[in-house]
Each structure stands twice: as C-alpha cells, then as structure tokens.
T-cell receptor, first 114, second 112 residues
C-alpha cells in the first residue's frame, strides 16, 4: 500500500500528558499537511511542509503544538500538556507541488483526552 | 476571510435518484475547488478537483460545476447507490498549495 499512513489510529490520554503522532506520506510527494477535524465539522488546516521546511502555521497551532519533518520524509505532530479541547481527529495529507495540488489523505489519528 | 458553506447538512434519498449537493464560498478569488468523500471514522478521498479557470469536471457518475462569480459549486451524483452513502466535503484553495478551507459537509444516505 503506497497511500498516506498515520499512526497510531487511536490515542487515549489523560489531560496534561504529551502525545506524538506520525505521518508517512506518499513517497514521491514533497508537500505534507496536517489538519484537525472535530465531530460534525470539516477539517481545519494546521500546518504544512515543503520538503523539510515548515512553510505555514495556522493560528490554531498554539505553542503546545509542534510539527517536524526531518529530511523531508515522515512527519510528527506533538501536542504537549494535552487539554480536553484537543480531542479531535488529526489528519495528514500529502501532495506533489504541481499546478493541480491534489491532496491524498491518511485515515487519521483519533485523539481522546480524558 | 474565506467561508465555505454546504447545504443541506444531511440528505436521505432512495436508491437510483439523481441528486445535487451545494457548496457556496464568500471570496471568489480562489485557486481551485475540490470535492472529497469521507466515510465514518476515515480519512478523506478526493473525488474531483476544479481549477479556477474551469467550469466543471466529471468522473463516472459524478459531475462538479464551478461558478466563481456567484461563489457556488455543485456536485451532481447520477443514479445514486447505497455505496454512495458518506459525507461529502467541499474545500476551496486560495493558492497553489494544499491549504484548503472546508465546508462542514453534507451527509448523504442512499436507501436501498
């Protein structure tokens, strides 16, 4: 399977704990995106990378959130000191930076903060 | 600030019906518009992508149209099937990146 892979699929944590999610994009894609989706809503953009450079961050991405993409391959999204409001589906997507910019999404990581 | 609205929020139709899902956006200065499908608890699957210079795109039983001047797009599904049951999301891009503004989605149920 050469699609976008996200791990873990589900994460349950207690308030105040740190969590880290991983995304493996489609291998030839140079752009990688993180989105967050809450129940009944559309996804909201968090951040994106072109190769290893983080080019844009949403205001939604507070200082408790950090994302990395070392060597322009996989990416990690870390949330420190989790809060109940962080409970959501975290989606990763990748694309090749051509004029079409078609996104391919992973299945997401469902985070529940108790 | 771009806002994307999808109406209706939910739709239930009998199998075989043709149907139209609506999407509206407030800023006509868009780069592209995409329609996605999302099954419960899953990620998104891209259905159709319309560049700002295009008026419509077709794939199988799906046809998406774009009218930038009125800030509207429609997704037409012909001869609906129970397997089409899912949430359909419209998303607008304002630049040549994958930074998209999504609507809230329309949840479609096709009854056998």
């Amino acid at each position: 399977d050469t699609g976008v892979s996200q791990n873990p699929r589900h994460k349950i944590t207690k308030r105040g704990q740190n969590v880290t999610f991983r995304c493996d994009p489609i291998s030839e894609h140079n752009r990688l995106y993180w989105y967050r989706q809450t129940l009944g809503q559309g996804p909201e953009f968090l951040t994106y990378f072109q190769n290893e450079a983080q080019l844009e961050k949403s205001r939604l991405l507070s200082d408790r959130f950090s994302a990395e993409r070392p060597k322009g391959s996989f990416s990690t999204l870390e949330i420190q000191r989790t809060e109940q409001g962080d409970s959501a589906m975290y989606l990763c997507a990748s694309s090749f930076s051509d004029r079409y910019e078609k996104l391919f999404f992973g299945s997401g990581t469902q985070l529940s903060v108790l | 600030k771009q806002e994307v609205t999808q109406i209706p929020a939910a739709l239930s139709v009998p199998e075989g019906e043709n149907l139209v899902l609506n999407c509206s956006f407030t800023d006509s200065a868009i780069y592209n518009l995409q329609w996605f499908r999302q099954d419960p608890g899953k990620g998104l699957t891209s259905l159709l992508l319309i560049q700002s210079s295009q008026r419509e795109q077709t794939s199988g039983r799906l046809n998406a149209s774009l009218d930038k001047s009125s800030g509207r797009s429609t997704l037409y599904i012909a001869a609906s099937q129970p397997g089409d049951s899912a949430t359909y999301l419209c998303a607008v891009g304002s630049s040549n990146t994958g930074k998209l503004i999504f609507g809230q989605g329309t949840t479609l149920q096709v009854k056998p």
